[in-house]
């Protein structure tokens, strides 16, 4: 008895390993590809819930999906709504490794054809690199995920009696609902939810419990995965709390819905499959998914603000700090950094526009003053503690572009506080119409400081400045040589236009960065901004 329970915890502990080996290699091939995708093609929650069913497919990964969508919601390339397509798609992906037991861990003698290609793995591991290391850890998960499956068929045969003590011979509600706790308890332990369907079809396989009883196992296990979007509230930033917050409802209310219709639904997939208990198992698994996605879609904006309410905005006129989870996936890091950062230029380029505005007051920048400098120090931090793989240049122009970009806009913020400067170029009607078109110019980049195009209009405006400054600060020195102004007068006016001068170029450059950290692919040298 007691070594049957230890040759299925055995098993399962390989069957883990095996899957983490896979989706990191998965994840590794597969992680540009599938992340320009899931951008591109989510443009509603229907669209986002078929991206994140393919994505969680090929990386065999909802976790990993997870963070991506995070990190476009943070960067806003993604709105919440769409987001939580996503989600809900991801639910549905991750029902495919039940799929790849059942059709071919249960159907073929996979563990005798996996020594071979273990030591295949080994091999291309230790000797090959870049994408054939990857190819080896790719081998070697799937090869552990059958040789742990083999071992928890093994050793469930002896499993029978523990199982009696959690679901009574007689199958009753009960029963079943304590075996959905146990599901969600299993899961929470083992932070697998594919590995705690791969026990469930062995124990189904075994008779250890029977086919309505798995169900509620299983149903407690895609309950019990949304442990991990729970320990992400903790400290997390608000879009990741409202992602979690929208994910650990989805699968509550999914699974609950589905524990109501096991007695119906079950035996009647059993039939249909010929009393294939564990192909009944896995359907059901995805179909009552499906079935969530379906019934939620079209419900999709009223449930995003339902979560919105319960994970309201903290009120803060500039954007959270970005997530430190997000940064074990550098992409996903660069995306939420950007998106901090474009929050921080929309407020900054909103409040700097409405001061130079004819008759603009400073209340914006007043409001900026305890914020701004916290927030470009802490954003950052953040962006140096982005660790990008040997190799990958476009992550690495993103993350020089995102450090140069937070330089000009901690340079821009410098000019704001010189009040005297900015009052001037308000007050002086020489000065105010070039103030003014600055400022205008400024209000329009807010609403999209990262998006094409927008540094050559500023840099239109900016040389347009630059002429214009030139000829004031000619005018000004010989109304001092002509005695029509003091010296201190025309200091002071000096100063302001090239203060005036030293902003625009900053805004153009802050523009420029911010299109550069949102490409894919590195642009050419010749396209970077030239040096400060």
Known sequence: MTGDI????????????GMQLMTGALADIASRQTRAVLRRVTTSPLTGA???AVTTALIQSSSATLVMTIGFV????????QA?????????GTTITGWMVVLLGFKLDLARVALPLLFAAGLLSVMGRGAWGRTGSLLAGFSLIFLGLDMMQDGAAGFHDVMLSFAPTADTLWGRFRLLLLGVAVTVVIQSSSAGVAATLVLLGSGAIGLPQAAAMVIGMDIGTTFKSVLATLGGSRDMRRTAMAHVAYNVVTGLAAFAVVTTAVPALSRALGGDGPAALVAFHTLF?????VLLLPFT???ARLIEWLVPGSGAVLGEPPDRRLLADAPAALDAARGASDADATALFAALGARLAPGGTDAGLAELAPLMRPALEDLGTYVTRIAVPEGQAAPLARRTALLHRIDHL??????TRQDGRIALLTSDPELGRAAAVFGMALRHAAAAPSAEGQHRRMNRIARLIGARALRLRRAALLREDAGLASTVAVFAQTDAIRSLERMARHAERILHYGEIAAMDVPPPEAEWPEAA
């Open 84 to 92: 939580m397509g996503v989600v809900f798609g991801a639910n549905v």
């Open 301 to 303: 904006a009223t449930f």
């Open 74 to 81: 943070g960067a806003g390339l993604l709105s919440f709504p």
């Open 50 to 52: 078929v991206a994140g």
């Open 6 to 17: 230890l040759t299925l915890l055995g098993g399962t502990g390989m069957f883990l390993l």
């Open 410 to 415: 901690n340079r821009l913020w410098h000019r």
């Open 289 to 293: 998914n499906l079935m969530g996605v």
